[in-house]
DNA sequence: GTCTATAGTTAGATAGAC
DNA sequence: GTCTATCTAACTATAGAC
């Protein structure tokens, strides 16, 4: 690893940690093994640092996407007729991938828990939160739902509804879990139980 | 207002903005309109401002249960009797009521407000929030949810993921209308239809 | 109980030797 | 590309006049 990739790598545990206005550029320094003044020679600035890890969670996110075989994003339509032929047991395996990549992937984990500190103070990590992790979310998953009411692979007439039901657990396990690394099968159970007691609800028989 | 009142007051509304750690003595002392200096005549410390905020919200908090009728926190055998009794549309109304209270209650959503920006710097913190936002919540409606289900009011065969799936929405949505006060409508709109759905599943002929 | 003044510390960032 | 030295600004907190 270049002296460069060293400091972002330092900085995001940092800023996962305390905060990007928590993290002084000299507490960076230090775990680098460098003195602060010497980390201006590879970044003009402390902002600098943290829109190179933007930067590289956007690649990261990507990869991710291709690799979990899920549609693009900006195309609803495409997602929804993707996912109204998969089945249920798929759903179950993609949202706990989806899950365990936010909460353990060594980088997007740390990522995740950057921006969810940092959200009350910089407008601009606020939005780029938000978009994430609340609303292409839910608008995602509403479009899927109400692909798949139609198909009559669930039952249901309220497709945001059960986008909100299906995701503010994964969202509130997340959260709650975000910091107890030793706590992870737990996590991994209550998710697990959570989706089967969605699956539970729409599926079959459900009203 | 004394002048120590005032401090609490604008300490709390800048602590809920940005943080503990990225408000000063000066932004507080600006605010109220004295010298920084001046302000330690009042507290010895910014850390004692912190604490008498907490303590006057552990007040409030008490008064808040008295009047929505809640019964003791520790006592959840007491609890599940209480709402065993209760209708569907009573729980709708007291979910509103206490949602309303942290999300537009003046006192209380700037608390929580902090509470959620300082949690990852403060341990001490991290235990408040996730004591009363998550285990708390938690705790208390898989005991309640139990009780309705042996008396028949609600169907449904696991009382904990059915307490996720009450509580995980309206999580979610205070986290999601918390910096949006213009969006109050939408919020409260969203919170109705996730109680509904969830009466609709639970209540009735849902499996 | 307010003020001015200031101590002591830490922050982000730059200059210049090597 | 590392270092020492330093600048400027902001921070928490104290001393002492009024």
Redo the contacts between chains.
Sequence with gaps: MTTRERIVEEALTLFS???Y??TSVKNIADKVGIKDSSLYKHFSSKKEIFDTIVQEMSVRMEEMSRAFGLPDEKNLAEAAILYGTITIDQLLGLSRQIFLFYLKDEFASRFR?ML??EQ??NREI?EVY?GIF?NAAITYQTALFGEMIQRGIFNGH?P???A??F???I???L??YD?EPQKEAEALQ?LE??I???A??YQ????
């Design positions: 940690i305390q905060g206005q928590g828990r969810a500190i009350y103070r606020y938000r609340m309220d945001e509804a059960m909100v039901n995701y503010a657990p969202f509130f396990l959260n709650k910091q209550a139980r959570q089967r007691e969605f539970r609800i079959g028989t459900g009203k």
